[in-house]
């Protein structure tokens, strides 16, 4: 009986390891902006269609993607902005690579087809292999040729290994116990 419930336990805890190491957060920068202003920013993704690409578009969808955001620091020219999930546009990502926007489709697109406020487009996807931001109402606009660097961030051991780690221990124990 016990052996069993520690099979069943352990299948369990495969299961929850193998969906929590399918999420990522990816942390990205792109500098070079007049005046020193930078890039930074954020998104939590899954590859769900396994093909090595995170991807989400206002005309498909952003399964892949449940969380952005993206910072511009600002200059004389655009004031600093912060954009979120709801102002993403296009993001389409090679999750083997460490840069984003000079080969294929790679692209990051936030407001892109605003009327206010700002827009940020990096990537040749959009006609721009460096980073281009813009204030909509002034028409003013700041430029980089640099890349988006991107990172994953480590991911945490989630606290349910930690439990099932306990659990796994404690049957242990008892298993020899009850040898003895």
Sequence with gaps: MTLKLLSL???????????AANAAVYNFT?????EG???????????????????????????EISAFTVSFSGNSLVSAFTHTLFDLEFLIYNT???????????????NWFGTTGFFYITGVGTGEQGGYVQNLD????????SLVNVTPAAVPVPGAVWLFGSVLAGFVGAARRKKS
Excluded: C, P
């Excluded at 792109?30 to 007049?34: A, D, K, L, M, P």
């Excluded at 202003?37 to 498909?60: H, P, W």
């Design 9 to 19: 336990l352990l299948a369990a805890g495969l299961a929850m390891s193998v969906s």
């Design 30 to 34: 792109q500098t070079g902006y007049e």
């Design 37 to 63: 202003a930078t890039i930074s920013g954020s998104f939590v993704a899954n590859d769900l269609t396994s093909n090595g690409k995170i991807e989400g578009t206002i005309y498909s969808n952003f399964n």
């Design 96 to 110: 083997s690579r460490s840069v984003l926007g000079d080969q294929g489709q790679e692209v990051i697109a936030t």
């Design 138 to 145: 002034t028409g003013l606009w700041s430029h980089t040729e």
